[in-house]
């Protein structure tokens, strides 16, 4: 049986859910740093509100691009040079559109298509 985002952040970050939740929060922007954080967040809300499952997706994403990748632009960059597409300018400001998930799912999935294997989760 999985566990749920709320026992996961519980036991990564402490019992204290407010704490944990703050700490997560945190995790995330320290992941992010300045390189792969897109803002759009609501100002009057904030990353407070958005719920755990999403809080760890992310920071999991950050994580695996900083690792694999380096940066936001360096991602946007392999994917237009696995699709044959470095020199589209274009193409590439629409990439930078995207948040920061959907280009790494875009790029697993063109990496897997390069390589010739279908895309998985």
Same mark, same amino acid.
């Given at each position: 049986m999985t566990k749920s985002p709320l026992s996961i952040v519980k036991e990564r970050f402490g019992d204290d859910p407010k704490k944990a939740k703050q700490k *997560?929060?945190?995790?995330?922007?320290k992941a992010a740093g300045k390189d792969l954080w897109l803002e759009r967040v609501s @100002?009057? $809300?904030? #990353?407070?509100?958005?719920?755990? $499952?999403? *809080? #760890?997706? #992310? @920071? !999991?994403?950050?994580e695996a691009v900083s690792k694999e990748v380096g940066s936001r632009d360096q991602l946007i960059g392999q994917i237009a040079g696995l699709q044959?597409?470095?020199k589209d300018e274009d193409y590439k400001a629409r990439l930078a559109e995207e948040s920061?998930?959907? *280009?790494w799912?875009?790029?697993?999935?063109? !990496?897997? !298509?390069?390589?010739? $294997?279908?895309a998985k989760d």
């Open positions: *997560l929060v945190e995790a995330v922007k @100002e009057e $809300k904030g #990353l407070e509100h958005v719920s755990n $499952k999403k *809080l #760890l997706h #992310l @920071e !999991q994403v950050f044959g597409r470095s920061t998930p959907s *280009l799912d875009r790029y697993r999935a063109v !990496q897997s !298509q390069a390589a010739g $294997k279908p």
